[in-house]
């Protein structure tokens, strides 16, 4: 079974909201926070990698703001006081838009990506391990916030930091980083990816982990779901649509028919539901009450929830349909297939 990780999603949460991390920080665990930035008067937001539910100890502040041309500040606060700031004069996020913004936690920073680009590197000046809380805060509206372990090989028997791992009350500055996507770290290795993972896999003895997916998603895609349906059980499916797709679907099987065949199509600016029976299929429903929820080269994180007699179904944590069930025999709905015109990020069955 395909899921998210280490420990559930949080699905669609009201900002600004504060939740835990299972087993705090570890290395080798990513974090990923996607959603839509709202028009606001607001021009910041934040997201906090924390001690508890208070703010006195931050590990890591990463707070883009709209103001100024644009920018992006990160910084650490110990026993409430903030650190020195580093600035990104850059701007990767746009008000209105959706985002997917990710954090990898590596033996001796954060590696921050956005839209599935590397946007910066923040290395840590207090043990990553302190931080158990995720805080975000500000004009945001939030699909979800998941974790994913990668399988980390051990390059030292120790972390290390940019300071000292206990607290001064003043952290020392550091010298900026070149300008590039990987910083100039001597000995880079970028590897070939293993067969069928996702990106390449970084290796450096003496400075950085040689990072695994643990996961991943070839399309078409086609997973297990344990037990079969039953009433309360959600699928979901999170992923970004190619920018000149022509359609994708998600199906819902029952051996070698399609209980439930969700059919989003660009070229005729629709999501077709139907089901298939002994290869045939039934009557197509293509009303919506809503706009096409669905965009090109966009992200977006379907849930389909089965309830007793139909299917419901919410993109980005909004009400898109409802689907009748056409079989009933909720149980022998046992496999999850995706497939067409997108790039799979995650798969919770």
Known sequence: MACFGPQPPYMSPAVPFSGVIQGGLQEGLQITVQGTILHSSINRFSVNFQTGFSDNDIAFHFNPRFEDG?????????????????????????????????????????????????????????????????????????????????????????????QPAHFPQKPRGRRPKPQGIWPAYPGLVIQPPMHGAPGPVFSNPGILPTVYPNQSYPIPYFTS??????????ITVSGIVLPNAKRF??????????????????????????????????????????????????????????????????????HLLEYAHRLTDLRAINHLEVAGDLQLTHVQT
């Open 249 to 318: 679907d998600i199906n819902l099987r029952c051996g070698s028919n399609i209980a439930f065949h969700l059919n989003p199509r660009f070229d005729e600016n629709t999501v077709v539901r139907n089901t298939q029976i002994k290869g045939r299929w039934g009557l197509e429903e293509r009303r919506l009450s809503v706009k096409m929820p669905f965009r090109q080269g966009q992200s977006f994180l379907v849930a389909i929830i089965c309830e007793g007699h139909c299917y419901r179904v919410t993109v980005d944590g909004h």
């Open 225 to 234: 779901i344990p037990g079969g349906l039953h009433p309360s059980r959600v």
């Open 70 to 162: 644009g920018y992006v500040v990160c910084n650490t606060k110990q026993k409430g006081n903030w650190g020195p700031e580093e600035r990104k004069i850059q701007m990767p996020f746009q008000k209105g838009k959706a985002f997917e913004l990710c954090f990898l936690v590596q033996r001796s920073q954060f590696k921050v990506m956005v839209n599935k680009r590397v946007f910066v590197q923040y290395p840590h000046r207090v043990p990553f391990h302190l931080a158990d809380t995720i805080s975000v805060a500000g004009p945001l509206q939030l699909s979800y916030i998941s974790f994913q372990s990668f399988h980390v090989q051990p390059a030292f028997s120790a972390p290390q930091f940019s």
